[in-house]
């Protein structure tokens, strides 16, 4: 289970009412991710505990989720001292999975996907060749 103090209930508050007067609407978690400086998975999981509370609202639309203040006396009964963290185990997993997509962005960019593609597609034009060449097989058996 994911600890979440009241400071950073309160901060991940204060983050939602400071981008909502920004921009004039309820921020989404990669926004909030983005002021506040953490991951967004870590950002996300928070408000859903957040939402669990009573405290916020999850605005769901078919594109994006907006999170919008609704009690923020509900984060009052959180605990000051937080427990065992999970931040560091999501911190490792936003950093493996941007590598991957660096290397997937190399892959593409590199020409490197091209070049095993026309590879494939040159040895499936020889196996096609070859096959024409040989001649069929009679079913008969009358060779």
Same mark, same amino acid.
């Given at each position: 289970?994911? =600890?979440?103090? $009241?400071?950073?209930? !309160?901060?991940? &508050?204060?983050?939602?009412?400071?981008?909502?007067?920004?921009?004039?609407? /309820?921020?989404? *978690?990669?926004?909030?991710? +983005? @002021?506040?400086? !953490?991951?967004?998975?870590?950002?996300? @999981?928070?408000?859903?505990?957040?939402? +669990?509370?009573? /405290?916020?609202? &999850?605005?769901?639309?078919?594109?994006?989720?907006?999170?919008?203040? $609704?009690? %923020?006396? /509900?984060?009052?009964? &959180?605990?000051?001292?937080?427990? *065992?963290?999970?931040?560091?185990? @999501?911190?490792?997993?936003?950093? $493996?999975?941007?590598?991957? /997509?660096?290397? #997937?962005?190399?892959?593409?960019?590199?020409?490197? %996907? $091209? +070049?095993? !593609? !026309?590879?494939?597609?040159?040895? #499936?034009?020889?196996?096609?060749?070859?096959?024409?060449?040989?001649? *069929? &097989? =009679?079913?008969?058996? +009358?060779?």
């Amino acid at each position: 289970m994911i =600890n979440l103090t $009241r400071d950073e209930a !309160q901060l991940l &508050l204060a983050g939602i009412r400071v981008l909502g007067h920004l921009t004039g609407r /309820a921020p989404s *978690p990669e926004e909030l991710a +983005d @002021l506040l400086q !953490q991951s967004a998975s870590s950002v996300r @999981l928070h408000l859903v505990l957040l939402e +669990d509370l009573g /405290a916020i609202d &999850l605005v769901k639309s078919a594109y994006e989720t907006h999170a919008e203040v $609704r009690d %923020h006396l /509900a984060v009052e009964g &959180l605990p000051e001292e937080g427990g *065992p963290e999970i931040s560091e185990d @999501l911190r490792e997993f936003d950093r $493996r999975k941007s590598e991957e /997509a660096e290397k #997937m962005s190399r892959l593409f960019d590199s020409g490197e %996907h $091209r +070049d095993k !593609q !026309q590879k494939k597609m040159d040895q #499936m034009g020889e196996d096609l060749k070859e096959f024409r060449k040989k001649k *069929p &097989l =009679n079913p008969f058996g +009358d060779d």
